[in-house]
C-alpha cells in the first residue's frame, strides 16, 4: 500500500488510461459487430461490479487479516490516501486481457477487461468524490450518502458504485421505519 497523495492521484489516472486504452484497443480491432463488442464491455463491467461488492463484503469486512486492517484504517480515517501503488491495477488488466486473448478473440478479451478497468476506474473516482466533495444535487447526495451510510453501519451497504447487489443480496440499509414496513 502506498499514503502519498501523489500515489493516489496517478493511480485514478493510469485507471482510467488503462480503461480507455484497452476499450479503444478492442473497438479498433473491428472483429466483432458493434453491439456485440458494446455488450462485452458492458459485461465486463458488470462483472467488475460484483466483483467490487465481493471484495468488499467478504474479504475488507472479512477474515483476510491484512485486508480488513487496511479498510478498518479507511474507515477510521476515511480522507486518507491509501490505496494500490499506481502501477498495480493496470498491470492486473494488461495481464487479464492476456489470459483471455488464449481463449477468446483479442477483440473480445480487450473489451471484458476494459470493461472490468472501466468499473474498477469509476470505483476509484467515485470513493474519492464521495470523501472529498459536499454534493448539491439529491440524487449525487443520495449516492454518495448510501456510501458514507456503510461507514456507520459497516454490515450494509457494500457497493460503491451501485446499489444494484445489496439489493439483490439484501444488504442494502434500511431505516427503521422501511426495515419494519418490508
Known amino acids: 500500500m502506498s499514503t502519498t497523495r501523489a500515489n493516489a492521484r496517478a493511480g485514478l489516472a493510469a485507471d482510467v488510461l488503462a480503461s480507455c486504452a ?3 484497443l478492442g ?5 466483432l459487430s458493434p453491439a456485440l463488442g458494446i455488450s462485452i464491455a458492458l459485461s465486463g463491467l458488470i ?4 466483483v ?3 471484495f468488499h463484503r467478504w474479504l475488507f469486512h472479512g477474515s483476510v487479516q491484512v485486508l480488513e486492517q487496511g479498510h478498518r484504517k479507511h474507515h477510521e480515517e476515511p480522507q486518507a490516501h491509501d490505496s494500490l501503488p499506481f502501477f498495480l491495477p493496470p ?3 494488461l495481464l487479464l486481457a492476456g489470459g483471455l486473448c488464449i481463449a477468446v ?3 473480445a478479451a480487450l473489451l471484458f477487461t476494459g470493461g472490468m478497468a472501466a468499473g474498477y476506474a469509476a470505483y476509484g473516482l467515485t470513493h474519492t468524490i464521495f470523501h472529498t466533495v459536499r454534493f448539491r ?4 447526495r443520495r449516492w454518495a ?3 458514507h451510510i456503510h461507514h456507520y453501519h459497516p454490515h450494509s451497504n457494500f457497493g460503491v458504485t451501485t446499489p444494484l447487489w445489496d439489493i439483490l443480496l439484501k444488504t442494502r440499509y434500511l431505516s427503521g421505519e422501511k426495515r419494519l414496513a418490508s
Open 52 to 54: 467490487e461488492y465481493c
Open 47 to 50: 462483472l467488475f461490479s460484483f
Open 145 to 147: 450518502a448510501a456510501h
Open 27 to 31: 473497438l479498433r480491432r473491428a472483429e
Open 105 to 107: 478473440p483479442a477483440s
Open 22 to 24: 484497452l476499450l479503444y
Open 137 to 140: 444535487l439529491p440524487l449525487a
Open 91 to 93: 498491470c492486473v488488466a
